[in-house]
C-alpha cells in the first residue's frame, strides 16, 4: 500500500472518529502523527489493513490530551476559570428534596405577598414574622453539614433578620432604629459567612457600583433626615459591603444581595422622602426583600453543596465542630 493511499484511508477514518472522539486537535496534525504508525503496521502485515481502530485510539488519546491542556488554561486565567465555574453553577437544578424545603417558605411569602395585595394588615404582619423561621428551615434541613461554622453564621443572619422583621411591625422611630441594627448585624455576619467560606471567585470591580450607589443614597437623603443620616450612612455602607462581597460568591448570593439594596432603597425612600411617589412601595419592598433572603440561603448551599472551587482553584472544604 502506497503512502497515498495509507493517508487516505487515515483521513476517512478521522472523519467517521471525529464526532465520538471529540477531536481538537487539526486533524493534519493527528495525521502527521499517525502515518509512520500506520506505515509501519501495513509494512509489517504485508497487506492492506483498516486503520479505523488505530486512528480511534489515536484521536481519543489526543484529544484526552488537548482537554488538559485547555483545562490547565482555564486554571491559569482567571477570567476564563470564573466563567467556566459560573456557567456550572448556573445550570445546577433544584432537587426534588430542596423544592420541599422551600415549599414552606414560598407558601408564606405568596399568602403575605396576597395579604399586602388585599390589604389584610393583621395577615401581613402574622406572615411576615413567619418568613424567616421558615427560611431557616429550608436552611437546617439542607446543609451538609448542621454543626459546622458556616451553617451557624448562615443561621444567625436569618435570626438577626427575623429581629429585625419584628421590630419594624412595630410603629416608631426607636423600632426601626432596633430594626436597622438588627439588620445590620446580619449583613456583618452575611459578610464574614460569604468571605470564609462561599467565596467562588475574586470580587469583580464591578463592585465599585455600590460605592456609587452608597454616595448617591446619602446625599439623597442627608436633607430630610436630620441626625439619622449616620445610623442610615452605616447601614447602607455595610449593606453596600454584603452586595460587594457577595459579588465574589454563587450568581444566586450575588443577586440576593442586590435585591437587598433594591428592597432598602425603596424602603428609605419611601420612608424618609414621600415626596417622590412610588408604584406599590409596600409590595415591592417585601417581594424584593423575599427574594434577597431566598436567594442568598439557597446560593449558599449550592455552593456549600457542590463544593464550587475557590478564586485560588482549590476546593474551599466546609469546618465543621467537634462535637
Known sequence: MTGGQIASRCLKALGSAGNENEIVTPRSELLRKLLPEASRRTRDQGSAMDVSELVGHAALRYSTQARAMRVEA?????????????????????????ILAFAPYGLVS???????????????????IMLMPALALALLILLPARRSVVGYLLLSALVLSWGGDFALVIPGELMFLLGLIFFLAAHVVY?????????????????????????????????????LVWP????????????????????AVACGAFLFVVSDTVLALNRFMPSIELPVP?????????LAQGFIVAGALIVLKRGVPSAWGSPRKERVLNS
Open 191 to 227: 459578610i464574614v459567612a460569604i468571605s470564609s467560606s462561599l467565596r467562588v471567585r475574586r470580587i469583580p470591580f464591578v463592585a465599585l457600583a455600590y460605592a456609587g450607589w452608597w454616595i448617591a443614597l446619602v446625599a439623597l437623603l442627608a436633607p430630610n433626615v436630620g441626625w
Open 110 to 128: 405568596l399568602v403575605h405577598l396576597s395579604a399586602l395585595i388585599l390589604g389584610a394588615s393583621e395577615v401581613g404582619v402574622v406572615t411576615k
Open 74 to 98: 482555564c486554571r491559569s486565567c482567571p477570567a476564563r476559570r470564573g466563567a467556566t465555574t459560573l456557567r456550572i453553577m448556573l445550570l445546577t437544578r433544584p432537587s426534588g428534596r430542596a
Open 232 to 251: 442610615l450612612a452605616i447601614y447602607g455602607l455595610v449593606l453596600g459591603g454584603m452586595a460587594s462581597v457577595a459579588l465574589g460568591s454563587h450568581p
Open 282 to 290: 409596600d409590595i415591592v419592598i417585601m417581594a424584593t426583600y423575599i
